[in-house]
Each structure stands twice: as C-alpha cells, then as structure tokens.
C-alpha cells in the first residue's frame, strides 16, 4: 500500500488526515514540525507527500523544494485553509493542477474529497494520460 | 471694494493730491517768474532808452550851443540854431513825454527821478527862455554889442551847461537805478531758481514716494508668487504708504498661515487617510487570518465526523478510537467557539458594546476546566502539564465567568501553541485581597518585534493565530479591576503570562455594563 508523509503544524488536522488515511490502509508518517519532517526525510520512500502550506519556516511551498531536491519524483498535495497563497509562493509557482506533481485545495475538506484527492495523485502519470 | 484696494486708492489719491497741488505751485512759480523777468526786461528796455536819450542830451545841448553861437558870429543862419534847438527840444519831450521816462511810469520809480526830470526841464526851459528871448526873432544887427554878445554867449553856455549837468544827473541815476534793478533782477533769478529746484526736488521726492513703497509690493508680489511668504516689506513711514505696508505684511502673513493651515490640514488629511488605508489593510489581513482560522478547526470536525459515521458503518471502530476522535471533535468545536468568541469580543469592544455579566464564581474551578481542556490538546508524550492548585481550594471572585474562561484558554492555548516540547506550569495563588494565576511554559517566548505591543490588537508572534486573543484578554482582565502581563523568562527559555483579579465577595448577583 501507498506510503504518505503528512505534514501540517495543527497537530489535529494532522491527526485527522492521519486517521482517515490510515482506515484505508495507508501508511502514513504524521509530522507537525516541517523542519522535523525534512530531517527524517528518507527519498524513494513515500508515493505522496500532503503538505499545509501556511507553516512556521519552512513553509509548504519551500518544504516541497527541499524535498524535490532529496527526492526528485516526489508528489505533493497542498491542503490549505488559506484564501489565498499569493504571499506563500514567493516564486510565483504554478501551484494549481499539474496531475501526479503537485496540486492545491483548500481546507476544510471532507473524507471522500481527500481520499479521492490521494487516489488521484497516486495514479501513475502515464496511466492517467492513458485514460 | 476689497478693503486693501480701497487703502490702495486712499494712499494713492493723497499722494497724488500733494503732488498735484506742487505741480500747480511750480506752474505758477513759472508764470510769475515769466512775468516778473518781461516786466524787468522791459523796464531794462526803458530804461536804457531814457539813457540813451538823457545821453543823448549832451550832444544835443551842445550842438544846439554851437549853432547859437555860430548864428551870434554870424557864421550860419538862424534856421540850422532852431532846427538844433528844435533837436534838442524834441529829445527832452521824448525824456519827459506824458510824465514818464521814455515809457517807464516816472511814479514806478523813486521820486527822485521826477526831480532830475524836473531840472532837465527846468534848465532846458532856462535855456530855451534864453534863446528865446534874446535871439529868435532878432536880425543880426540887433544882436548887441560883442560885450553883450560876449555875454549873451556866456549866459548861453551856463544854462546850457546848466542842462548838460542836469541831463548827466538823470543818466547816473537812471544808470545806477538799471544797475540796482539787475543785481535785483539777478538775485531774484536765483532764488526763483532755488525755489524751483526746491519744489522739483518736493514733487520727485514725493513720486519716489509713491513708487519705491510701489515698486518694493511689486517685488513683493512675484516674491509671493514664488512662493516665498517669509518675504517682507520694510515699513519706513507712517503715513497712509506705510499703512498700506503694514496691510500689506498682514496680508502676507494671513496668507502664509492660511497656506500652513491649509498644509497642516492637508498632512492630518492624508495621515488619516493613510491611517484608513493601513486599517483598511489589516481589516482584509484580519479577515484572510480568521477565515484560516475558522476553517482549521472545522476539518478535524468535519473529517473525524465523517470518519466516525464510516467506521461506525463498517462495524471496525473500537470504543478507545471512537473516544479519541469524539474528544477531537469537542475540542476543535471548542476551539471553534473560542475563536468566534474573540471574534465577536473584538467587534464588542470596538462598538463599545461588551457586556459582562459578573456574578460570584470559583476561579480555580475556572481554571481547573479550562485545563481539562488543555490536556486534550497537548501531546503527551511531549509537553508536560504542570497544575499547582492555591491551597485553599477555591478563591471567590466577581466575574464574568465565560470571559474568564475564554481568558484563560487563550493563555494556554497560546502556551500549548507555542511548546512543542517541554512544560507548562499553571499557579493559582491569593496574594493579600488578590487572586494571581500564573501560566508558564517552556516553549519559543515571545519574539523581541511583539514585545511592546504584545497586547495590541492584530500582533502575533507566528505564522498562526489573529493576534485577537492577548487584546481580548487585557481587556476583560482590566474590566473586571485586575492586570495582566506577559515576559519571557529569565532563564531565556519561554514565556510567561500572569493576571491578578481582586478577591471581592458580593452577596448579591449583579449585571455590569462595561465600557472599554
């Protein structure tokens, strides 16, 4: 089963994805602490990576950067409760879909919504332009 | 009229008024001097006739006593003797012709004159007596002996010189009057001239008058009009030109203060308007931090709802789990209310609309439920929750009781919020008539940019939070009589927030209206 790290510093929202995740057999590494979540990073090893983006230093966007960098097929699904994340992304990221990369959604969102969002993700790329 | 306009004319007209009244004097002064110099000039022209007539008398005289004598020696006839006594009579009726000197009015001049003509008359009529009586109309014959001729011709010569005398006494005088008359005359021109210039010099002092005050508002005028409204006019008289400078210079000077009262005006405008613009800014800052706020106690509600009506279906929930997520729930739902609470505080307190309903209460039963709360929400296995209850059980105070709680759950969520790892130690302690609750923790402290303003509405010291609840706090700490404060520790590890409120024991329930 697909391996996900979760990072999101309110340790509840955290949990909840956890949960939610782990009732359909995810394995799922849960970390409220970005700079935690970076230093226990092992590449190759998560299918996807759920990420909040409002975070104490680093932030979402810069996170996914350093990961990318440890790991360069790493997926990452931004969850946000923010209205906007112009201030966030400071390179002007196309942060909206780009298919089995990267995607954004907002907070709060219900279980199907996210389980759906991370079957999506997880589809390989050739196998979704193929369908 | 504009009231500077009409000082304006004012100072002019009378100026002007001098002016002309000198302009008329000069005029005048010319016209007398005009007729004063003709007259002169005239009477110089008389006079000098009459010199030259009286002077001509000498020559007459004797040309009229060669002829007698010539007709006495019988060398010419009587004819050329009367045609020269004719001569000479015709030269002192010109002298004396109407009773004035060849036109000069005899009465203009000093009375001697009529004297001096009087003895040319007198010794012209002695004269002509003689020729007359002894000559004319006789024939050579009976002209006498030589003696009497002799005689005769002596006789002739006296009177004749006689005449001559007298003549050349009128001309001295007239020669010395003509004298006197043009030193006068040159006198006269000097001071005619003198005054002249005096009065020149009175109309151009009074048109420097007039201009140079003129000239000197003129170049304080394009001095305004660039801008400078420090600019002066010296004000050198007192008269109707100084007052207009003087009104000149008040008039710059309200100008200059209408200007800066306009700028002034016009700086307060635009820092309001600054001010509304940076409000305008937080408000929207606000509103994009509350809305995150909001929506992240909702997705752990949401989520774990939705997940616990799933499990519930599936028949796969143990009842520890269904605990765990129904206490998740109650959290966040209590998170949720906290934060709609300050919320809503803030728009009370900013409408001068927050209520607080005190009646007697426990504050360590406060306290106690609200860390109840609090040990829901902390990891465990991380952070540390230190309760030190005051020894005497309860301490009574008059509260709100639901803004007391909401007080104490935003010190130990911001605690919580702010120790990932470490402890947080609550103290409830009486100090003399006061109740003191102090929460500390071991987490990031506050941050040296939020210190001053640590209970400022809209300041946070993280990447989360409205920076509500500290302001909300402060608020209904001091509403109900007590302080609140925060610091980090002295150890530089952490913060720690403390309140005092008054122990006072009112039997009677009561409702107060605050005003904050």
Redesign the interface.
């Known amino acids: 089963m697909a391996r996900i790290l979760l990072v999101d ?5 955290g ?3 956890e ?2 995740l782990e ?1 359909h057999g995810f394995d799922v590494d849960c970390f ?2 970005p700079a935690m979540a970076l230093e226990q990073f092992k590449p190759n090893l998560y299918d996807l990576t759920i990420l909040d983006i ?3 230093d680093p ?1 979402g966007f810069k996170l996914y950067d350093q990961l990318k960098s440890k790991d360069s097929k790493i997926k990452a699904l931004f969850i ?5 994340v112009e201030s966030f992304n400071t390179e002007n990221k196309e942060v909206y879909p780009i298919r089995g990369q990267r995607h954004f959604i ?7 919504e ?1 389980l759906a969002q991370v079957y999506t993700m997880l589809v390989p790329q050739e196998e979704y332009a193929n369908s | 009229m504009n009231p500077f306009l009409a000082l304006l004319q004012r100072a002019n007209a009378r100026v002007i008024l001098k002016i002309a009244l000198l302009v008329f004097v000069e005029i005048g002064l010319i016209c007398g001097s005009f007729f004063i110099l003709t007259f002169y000039q005239s009477q110089g022209t008389s006079i000098g006739n009459s010199i030259n007539l009286a002077g001509k008398n000498r020559y007459l005289t004797s040309n009229s006593l060669l002829q007698t004598e010539k007709f006495l020696d019988g060398s010419s006839d009587i004819l050329k003797l009367e045609a020269a006594r004719d001569s000479l009579e015709a030269n002192i009726d010109a002298i004396t012709y109407g009773g004035s000197i060849s036109g000069v009015n005899i009465k203009s001049l000093p009375s001697d004159f009529s004297e001096y003509l009087n003895n040319v008359s007198s010794d012209f009529s002695v004269y002509n007596a003689l020729i007359d009586e002894k000559i004319i109309g006789r024939s050579q014959g009976t002209l006498g002996t030589p003696e009497t001729v002799l005689i005769l011709k002596q006789d002739l010569e006296a009177t004749a010189s006689n005449l001559v005398r007298s003549s050349d006494i009128l001309v001295t005088a007239l020669g010395s009057y003509a004298d006197n008359n043009s030193q006068n005359l040159i006198i006269l021109q000097i001071l005619l001239a003198v005054l002249n210039i005096g009065i020149l010099v009175l109309i151009l002092y009074l048109v420097s008058r007039i201009l140079k005050p003129i000239s000197e508002l003129r170049q304080a005028t394009s001095e305004i009009k660039k801008g400078n409204l420090r600019y002066h006019v010296e004000q050198k008289s007192n008269d109707e030109l100084g007052e207009l400078t003087d009104s000149f210079n008040s008039m710059i000077d309200s100008i200059r203060s209408y200007i800066e009262e306009q700028r002034r005006l016009s700086d307060e405008l635009k820092t309001a308007n600054e001010e509304i613009q940076q409000r305008e800014h937080m408000k929207d800052e606000f509103i ?1 931090i509350a ?3 909001m ?10 709802s ?2 616990l009506k ?2 519930r279906h599936e028949n ?1 929930l143990p009842v520890t789990k269904e605990e765990e ?1 129904l206490d ?1 729930i109650i ?2 739902a209590k998170r949720l209310l906290l934060l709609q609470e300050n919320i809503l505080d803030v728009s009370r307190i900013e409408n001068k609309l927050l209520k607080l309903n005190k009646n007697q209460c426990d504050l360590v039963e406060i306290i106690s439920t609200a860390i109840q709360d609090a040990e829901n ?1 902390i ?1 465990k296995n991380m952070v540390e929750l230190r309760y030190k209850p005051s020894e005497t059980n309860s301490l009574l105070v008059v509260a709100d009781r639901a803004k007391l709680t909401q007080v104490v759950s935003n010190l130990l969520n911001n605690a919580i919020k702010f120790t ?1 790892a470490g402890s947080i130690t609550v103290i409830v302690v009486k100090d003399g008539n006061k109740a003191i609750v102090q929460i500390k923790d071991t987490g990031t402290g506050i941050h040296p940019s939020v210190e001053s303003k640590l209970f400022s509405k809209f300041v946070t010291n ?3 939070g409205t920076g509500l609840g500290l302001f909300i706090s402060k608020i209904i700490i001091e509403a109900h009589g007590g302080k609140i404060s925060g610091y980090n520790n002295t150890n530089g590890k952490g913060a720690t927030f403390s309140f005092s409120l008054p122990l006072v024991v009112l039997d009677v329930a009561q409702n107060v209206d605050v005003n904050v």
């Open positions: 510093d309110d340790k509840d929202v949990r909840t994805y949960l939610i009732s409220t602490d409002k975070m104490p932030n946000t409760a923010l209205s906007s907002k907070k709060p969102l219900g279980m199907d996210l | 994009n809305a995150h706020e929506r992240t106690p909702v997705q752990p509600i949401l989520g774990l939705e997940l799933s499990l796969k997520l998740m959290i966040n929400q990891d990932r993280s990447s989360s």
